[in-house]
């Protein structure tokens, strides 16, 4: 089959807003190209890249969003796309030149390319989080993430990524675990490395869910990590010791009143994909909600928060 590859240029801020915009309007897949998700290699830190030099230097300059549309669905997607980049550039001038570039690939391309910016990279204290289809020798105390993340649904470099991981290594103590809008599985699968043995993992989107099972299988977790079909707590009726939601903002605001209620005594909840711009949303929904506090952290233009109830 031919598709297009749509390529809009933006930057960090406008990265997921250009990327949840395409998804919206009907591409089969994503692609942020951001130098920002990868550290300096040269300066090694708890998230610090397993890669050289060489493919951040093949990295564009700017920050860039791929998508790849069907070309028999180009002629309706192509105009709707124009007139919210449109909207995006008189409205939230912020966020980049926003851009269009088109060329046309054909489907094996755009369904390998992608995979020579994806290598080993570390997370948090003890995790190593590695694409399946790469080798790497382990150290003693590391605890191995296979990814075969999909087009859209997450490596695990983005910073509010990293955030989370590094907030579960901190609070996670022990009990199940709630993870919603697992997307690829990450912070599940990294929640299970650290000996959780009762997760449910629920997301809105069908394909990030088969990415997600696929994720747990090639981990051998399929016993410990049950992942669902759902839209965010809707039909849920238990309780769990620990809940984490890598959404956007506005959704967590929208969930952290109705989450109380699905987390035990003392329960904890993690959660980020918040831009800095919307930390006070957060902190205020949270706080009227109940929560308490532990953390806040920033890294880049993110913001993430451990609290408990």
């Not at 749509?6 to 406008?14: A, E, K, L, R, Y």
């Not at 807003?17 to 994503?30: E, K, P, Q």
């Amino acid at each position: 089959m031919e598709y297009t590859e749509i390529t809009v240029s933006t930057n960090t801020q406008g990265s997921e807003i250009v990327s949840d915009l395409f998804l919206r309007l009907g591409a089969v897949g994503t692609q942020i190209l951001d130098r920002a998700d990868l550290p300096d290699p040269t300066k090694p830190t708890a998230n610090w890249e397993l890669m050289d030099q060489s493919v951040i230097d093949a990295m564009p300059e700017d920050v860039q969003v791929k998508a790849w549309i069907e070309e028999d669905k180009l002629p309706t997607i192509l105009p709707a796309l124009q007139e919210e980049v449109s909207s995006l550039k008189s409205h939230v001038p912020s966020l980049g030149s926003l851009t269009l570039s088109l060329q046309g690939v054909k489907e094996e391309d755009w369904s390998e390319n992608w995979k020579q910016y994806y290598k080993p990279f570390r997370i948090g204290q003890h995790m190593v989080v590695k694409p399946t289809w790469e080798d790497f020798d382990l150290k003693e105390d590391d605890l191995l993430i296979e990814i075969d993340p999909g087009m859209a649904f997450g490596t695990g470099t983005h910073e509010t990524t990293a955030m989370c991981v590094q907030l579960i290594e901190k609070y996670y103590a022990s009990g199940s675990l709630l993870d919603v809008g697992t997307g690829s599985g990450i912070l599940a699968i990294a929640t299970a490395r650290l000996g959780a043995k009762d997760i449910y993992a629920v997301d809105i989107d069908p394909d990030a869910v088969r990415v997600a099972r696929e994720n747990v299988e090639h981990n051998g977790l399929e016993n410990i990590i049950d992942v669902q079909q759902g839209d965010l707590l809707q039909g849920l009726s238990r309780q769990f010791d620990f809940a984490v939601a890598n959404i956007l903002a506005p959704v967590i605001c929208m969930l952290a009143a109705p989450l109380k209620k699905h987390l035990a005594p003392g329960g904890k909840f993690v959660c980020s994909g918040i831009i800095k711009e919307a930390e006070n949303d957060v902190f205020e929904a949270l706080n009227a909600a109940g929560y308490i506090i532990d953390e806040t952290c920033y890294k880049g233009d993110w913001v993430a928060f451990a609290c408990h109830i």
